[in-house]
């Protein structure tokens, strides 16, 4: 009897980031990307767990791009005992290196942070989950391959690459094993996306996974000269203000879209005088990266637009602190979703003037700071502060790198004929639903699944997916806004409540009973 092919999917089911699949045929399993969970803190943890798997077991790792929520657990597979070859583009390799270093230093540094904490003290020391010189172990693992070009990654498989239009070096997965093809999407770039070629794959697969980030959105068609516009009218609005322009970037393509499209307006002479500050570090080295590939990208006229003298690269902290004191500029810094890095630190000195502007072009996943912010927060607390928020919080939708519900039933429909199953994974619960309705009114023979992390599927050749183990019961809570996220609430809002209060005498038994409900959950404990 022939082999089937299964699939278990580790991560990003009914939830964005942690994309993780293993794929086992025979003797050999294939993992098509291993990233890191992002978002809420109880949805971090996850990271810190023991892999679900044995890494000496794993055969061969294809990464679809460099995205920390689709590599950022490479180093940890890696310190932890897998020794074999990870493919992927020659342009991830080259984000990589940047990218997994800079992550590698970031757990340095977090972990250092939290054991100086005093009220930590008596603790046991948190352990970073690897650390930069890990990295640099997985990074040299890779392997790069040419697009639509096939190799054996393991005994028994086949594969291939396929532009995705989502980054630089991003692909679409193809495999075949044990008689059964597939094809793992990958994050899928949107339409006349700037720098890429649209997203490109086969048709006439036996089952299909397709991300669905945005699968309940539907995004206003905008060119780039159109996004272009917008762009422009946020910079003379905020210029108009008296303040900063902050943007909170993705270290990767967000940044050099931005630059490619603030090139083209100063070039123009459409917002003269603007000074812009890169201060994130790893976005300059990305760009960097960006640079050497400049003649090969779409829209950039076959030269390097990001040496525009307007542009300031800030890598060192004392320059980065000296923003402190600049007005009128754009600062772009990462993250993207303010979880951390230099962002929170601008933020901390922009978000309570109300003259400043903190403007948002990136998808903002449940639970993290820049989500809190973009739904309106009065109060936030960042880094153990509590700040009013004051400024002018705007948001710039065309920028994602992501194909919206449309498109991406537009990308499904052309793997048309799908004899076997369509999942929906990389999405929250809402989008991967939004997107299954419209394509069972399309198709209503299509069988489409929602899986969830832990699941695995067997694949069989012509036949639709048999689910073989149910998933972990324990995650739903912890996809979207967690307890941490209610407490950051409570706690920057507790003293204006208190103050709202008639007296010192109702303050005080207000937190008497505080206390008491806290006591009362102690003694059942």
Excluded at 262 to 284: C, K, M, W
């Amino acid at each position: 009897m022939q082999d089937t092919l299964t699939v278990t999917f580790h991560g990003a089911a009914q939830t964005v980031t942690g994309s993780c699949m293993a794929f086992h045929a025979g003797s050999s399993t294939v993992l098509v990307d291993c990233g890191m969970f992002q978002g809420s803190r109880t949805l971090e943890a996850l990271n810190h767990e023991p892999l679900p798997f044995d890494p000496g077991d794993i055969d061969a790792v294809i990464l679809t791009h460099a995205h920390i929520d689709h590599s950022g657990l490479l180093p940890k597979l890696v310190a932890q005992g897998f020794s074999a070859t990870m493919w992927c583009t020659q342009e991830t390799i080259d984000l990589l290196e940047h990218m997994l270093a800079d992550s590698g230093r970031i757990h340095e540094f977090e972990a250092e942070r939290r054991n100086r904490r005093r009220d930590r003290a008596g603790d046991d020391p948190f352990i970073p989950l690897y650390t930069e010189r890990d990295a640099l172990r997985a990074w040299e693992r890779c392997r790069a391959m040419t697009l639509q070009t096939w190799f054996e990654p393991a005994p028994g498989f086949r594969a291939r690459l396929w532009n995705a239009g989502h980054i630089l070096g991003s692909a679409s997965v193809e495999l075949e094993a044990a008689g059964t093809r597939v094809i793992c999407s990958g994050d899928i770039g949107p339409a006349s996306k700037a720098f890429y070629a649209d997203p490109e794959s086969p048709s006439g697969f036996d089952h299909v996974i397709c991300e669905a980030t945005y699968g309940n959105r539907e995004r206003e068609k905008v060119s780039i000269a159109e996004r272009r516009s917008l762009l422009e009218a946020e910079v003379l609005a905020a210029r108009a203000r008296g303040g900063n322009l902050v943007i909170p970037i993705f270290a990767l393509e967000r940044t050099q879209e931005l630059l490619l499209d603030l090139d083209t307006l100063i070039d123009a002479g459409r917002i003269p005088g603007t000074q812009v500050f890169v201060d994130s570090p790893l976005a300059n080295r990305i760009t960097g990266v960006f640079a050497r590939y400049a003649s090969e990208l779409e829209d950039t006229g076959r030269h390097n637009i990001f040496d525009n003298p307007a542009f300031h690269f800030v890598s060192d902290v004392a320059e980065s602190m000296r923003l402190n004191s600049v007005t009128g500029a754009v600062i772009m810094a990462a993250s993207g979703m303010c979880e951390a890095g230099r962002i929170r630190h601008h933020l901390l000195n922009n978000l309570h003037r109300s003259r400043s502007t903190i403007l948002f072009v990136g998808f903002q996943a449940q639970g993290t700071l820049g989500r809190v912010i973009l739904e309106g927060a009065k109060t936030v607390r960042i880094s153990g502060n509590d700040v009013r928020v004051r400024a002018q919080i705007r948001q710039i939708d065309s920028y994602s790198a992501h194909a919206d519900q449309t498109e991406l039933a537009q990308w499904i429909a052309a793997r048309l004929p799908i004899a076997g199953s369509l999942f929906l994974d990389h999405g929250e619960p809402e989008a991967a639903e939004g997107l299954r309705r419209v394509l069972q009114a399309q198709q209503p023979e299509l069988d489409v699944r929602l899986p969830m992390i832990g699941e695995r599927y067997a694949l069989p050749s012509g036949g639709k997916a048999r689910r073989e183990t149910t998933g972990r019961i324990d995650l739903p809570l912890a996809k979207g806004r967690d307890w941490q996220n209610a407490y950051a609430d409570f706690a920057t809002s507790l003293k204006a409540r208190l103050a709202r209060l008639p007296d010192d005498r109702q303050r005080e038994q207000a937190l008497q009973e505080l206390q008491a409900v806290l006591a009362a959950h102690d003694a059942r404990t």
